[in-house]
């Protein structure tokens, strides 16, 4: 069964330091995401891709975060400037379409990131 | 704005007994409901949604829930738990845009 992936599990960074968070959505997918979950609080919307553009992204996707879909079948979330508060589980997600009625988001395990 | 809230971040039940976790949710238009789990070490996996149609919604591995209007609720149930069904459970909530937006979650421990 076809499933999205994520590498690494987990990532340790220093403050300041630049992080790359790599997907592999499933292979037919159109529709891209990442969400994140700061221990103890909910899983939020960072940002949604298609078609090599970024469709919507929330408050929380500032400059310091970028997405990108670099060979057709990677995508990647890359934070240039670490700061503690971004500590978090970030999940990878796909689509086939962006209707959540008839649609469903296929998610990745996660990719706990520690910076300290 | 729309937003979940989950009641109880903990939930412990013994093996056969009725499990219930709740979802409460605000949206200022017709909502669209979601309850996914999260196994260990493994992505959240959809287990049933409401896009208004029926209000009683039947998912994956004998889970359902029930959307009601009147109580802005959309709590989960199965009549008797596993020893498997313990894991992660998120309420989402979405208005038919890109993104979910989800509560924070709920831990369900199944005791034999």
């Known amino acids: 069964e076809p499933e999205v992936t994520q590498t690494p599990s987990h990532q340790v960074t220093q403050m300041g330091q630049e992080v790359i968070l790599r997907c592999v959505p499933i292979?037919?997918?159109?529709?891209f995401y990442w969400y994140r979950q700061i221990l103890g609080q909910k899983v939020e919307f960072l940002v949604s891709?298609?078609?090599?553009?970024?469709?919507?992204k929330s408050e929380i996707f500032d400059d310091q975060f970028s997405v990108e879909r670099p060979d057709g079948s990677n995508f990647t979330l890359k934070i240039r400037s670490t700061k503690l508060e971004d500590s978090a589980m970030y999940f990878c997600?796909?689509?086939?379409?962006?209707?959540?009625?008839?649609?469903?988001?296929?998610f990745g395990p996660g990719t706990r990131l520690t910076v300290l | 704005a729309q937003s979940v809230t989950q009641l109880g971040s903990h939930v412990s039940v013994s093996e056969g007994a009725l499990v219930l976790l709740r979802c409460n949710y605000s949206?200022?238009?017709?909502?669209?409901l979601f309850w996914y789990v999260q196994y260990p070490n493994q992505g959240l996996q959809l287990l049933l949604k409401?896009?208004?149609?029926?209000?009683l919604v039947k998912g994956i591995n004998g889970f359902e829930a029930e959307f009601k209007k009147s109580e802005t609720s959309f709590h989960l149930t199965k009549p008797s738990a596993h020893m498997s069904d313990a894991a992660e459970y998120f309420c989402?909530?979405?208005?038919?845009?890109?993104?979910?937006?989800f509560g924070t979650g709920t831990r369900l421990q199944v005791f034999p």
């Open positions: 997600a796909s689509s086939l379409r962006r209707d959540n009625a008839y649609n469903e988001q296929f």
């Open positions: 292979s037919n997918h159109l529709y």
């Open positions: 891709f298609y078609n090599n553009e970024i469709s919507e």
């Open positions: 949206s200022s238009v017709p909502p669209y």
């Open positions: 409401y896009t208004s149609a029926a209000t």
């Open positions: 989402a909530v979405s208005d038919n845009t890109d993104k979910l937006i």
